[in-house]
């Protein structure tokens, strides 16, 4: 009878470990045809790993890391991971926390005494979760119209973000991405530590975790030995892109190989018993703004749900590279894809492996199905108006009979349709708009629903009709010393313009005249670049 049962059970966890493998090769062959769907001969590629606990369940590169001297992307070419570096940084900065050489509520110019002064405290923890306020070097490079093309080292970011002594907003007042931000970390890493960016990730990340190929890209021209290049595809061709100029660090260009990053994942998984609750951190929001709101930028990451699942991810661009990281801490899974091909949709493969991999984990979107109903006029009418937004924008609602249209500057109106006689929706895209209360016949106040965003919009006066003199008085030339660079207003056509560096087409696309709209006195509203104020000094601009 013992023989029996053991023989029973023997055949219990021999089928049980077929259907294991089976599973496993299912998944796996499932991936591989997605990531052959990108494997088009000779162009460039990427590489890609999925990770499962302790195991490498699926590892590829494909594709070209040299068009001009046809060689083929392997698991030790070296990619730039761009901004997918910052959860590195992050991590150093917690290392130095836990050896108590860094305190991340301390003022930065503790650290970086040459800095201006802002006026304001601003910590670590606030460059760490994007609140500082610090305007974007990247941005800044674009209004002084410089080239992303052009050498550019940590001496030139350091003496830009100084340049600019003006702060976008309150330090911790809200979270607004910035690549100055964790440059200023790695700076601090080096003043802490006495040791350069790229001497201390070696050492204290790099070497313990076994990473022999990943390296810093710190000075322009440095030799990686590996290294794939970038492209990007114009038309029919593939252009090779000079990711070499820029040698920042902190923020991008931390190059690493598949083999290695699939080590720094399992690490993450599986953190160390003295590193756990420094990688809980990096996973789980705890900070927030001033008001109370969790910020959902932790240490590099963004934490979010993913069809009900938790997951801590992030995207890299730079020229010629694209790459993304995704960890779903809670289910032991990560997923990295690192391009040297612009074109390549790193995102959307990765969602497909996700939702093959968590299957029925994952919680369905159910889309809400909305019955349209007609309010009456006079309550139509009582939304009728300009409702400004927190960004400066106007929202205008117009009536013609028992429909309610939106007016935004610069796009087709849009018929708001009725779900309530206060709830409303668009059908063009995903987003709605909540119509408060009226008061003596005229709603003060509406909230606008859309990408999980709920900002207010209070009702404002119709915008000026300004005459060619009007027109006039704004025109000029606007001078920023910080950036060393101007700012033309025309009048065109009777219509104000605000005249751009060459670098806004190159880059973004945007024509160097732009239109600007009047919405309210001296602030008007750009299709691409947002608001734009005129400042008046004794009663001149």
Not at 301 to 325: E, P
Request: proline content about 4%.
């Amino acid at each position: 009878m013992k023989q029996l049962f053991v023989t029973f059970l023997s055949i219990s966890i021999f089928y049980a470990a077929c259907a294991q493998n089976y599973e496993k090769t299912f998944l796996v062959n499932k991936i591989d045809s997605l990531v052959n769907q990108l494997n088009a001969s000779g162009i460039p590629g990427g590489a890609i790993a999925v990770v499962s606990g302790k195991e490498v369940l699926y590892k590829k590169a494909f594709g070209m890391m040299s068009l001009e001297y046809r060689l083929p992307n392997t698991e030790n070419t070296l990619f730039n991971l761009a901004s997918v570096s910052k959860h590195f940084t992050a991590y150093c900065i917690l290392l130095l926390e836990k050896e108590k050489k860094l305190d991340l509520d301390e003022d930065i110019r503790t650290y970086l005494p040459n800095l201006p002064d802002y006026g304001l405290k601003i910590t670590a923890r606030h460059l760490i979760h994007h609140t500082s306020g610090i305007a974007s070097s990247d941005n800044l490079r674009l209004f002084a119209g410089l080239s992303f093309e052009a050498p550019w080292d940590s001496a030139d970011e350091f003496d830009m973000i100084s340049r600019y002594h003006q702060l976008n907003y309150t330090p911790n007042k809200e979270g607004n991405y910035s690549n100055s931000g964790y440059f200023l970390l790695a700076k601090i890493i080096e003043k802490v530590s006495g040791m350069s960016f790229n001497d201390f990730i070696a050492e204290k990340v790099f070497k313990p975790l076994g990473m022999k190929e990943s390296i810093i890209y710190d000075q322009c021209g440095k030799v990686i030995i590996d290294k794939a290049y970038g492209y990007k595809k114009n038309d029919k061709t593939f252009t090779r892109m000079n990711s070499d100029a820029e040698s920042i660090y902190g923020s991008t260009n931390l190059y690493t190989s598949l083999n290695d990053i699939t080590i720094w994942m399992q690490n993450l998984l599986n953190p160390p018993i003295g590193e756990k609750d420094l990688v809980l951190r990096m996973f789980n929001p705890s900070d927030t703004t001033n008001n109370g709101d969790t910020l959902n930028y932790t240490y590099g990451l963004n934490v979010w749900k993913y069809k009900g699942i938790k997951i801590a991810d992030h995207g890299g661009y730079t020229m010629g590279f694209r790459s993304q990281i995704m960890f779903f801490p809670d289910n032991d899974f990560a997923i990295i894809t690192m391009s040297n091909n612009e074109n390549i949709d790193n995102y959307g493969l990765m969602t497909k492996i996700a939702d093959l991999y968590l299957g029925d984990k994952l919680i369905p979107e159910i889309k809400k199905d909305r019955i349209e109903m007609k309010p009456s006029a006079d309550i139509l009418k009582s939304y009728v108006g300009n409702y400004r937004m927190p960004d400066g924008m106007k929202l205008n609602f117009e009536q013609n009979g028992d429909t309610l249209f939106l007016i935004i500057p610069g796009a087709p109106k849009f018929v708001m349709h009725a779900e309530s006689e206060t709830e409303f929706f668009l059908k063009e895209f995903d987003a709605q708009c909540t119509f408060n209360k009226p008061v003596n016949g005229k709603c003060p106040e509406i909230t606008w629903h859309q990408n999980n965003h709920h900002p207010k919009g209070y009702r404002a006066g119709n915008p000026p009709v300004l005459s060619i003199n009007d027109l006039q008085n704004y025109s000029g030339n606007y001078v920023s010393e910080p950036l060393n660079v101007s700012y033309p207003v025309i009048v065109k056509n009777n219509k104000l313009i605000l005249v751009v560096p060459k670098n806004f087409k190159t880059y973004l696309g945007i024509d160097q005249e732009v239109l600007l709209d009047c919405v309210d006195k001296d602030q008007f509203f750009t299709q691409r670049l947002g608001m734009l104020e005129f400042i008046r000094d004794s009663h001149k601009i």
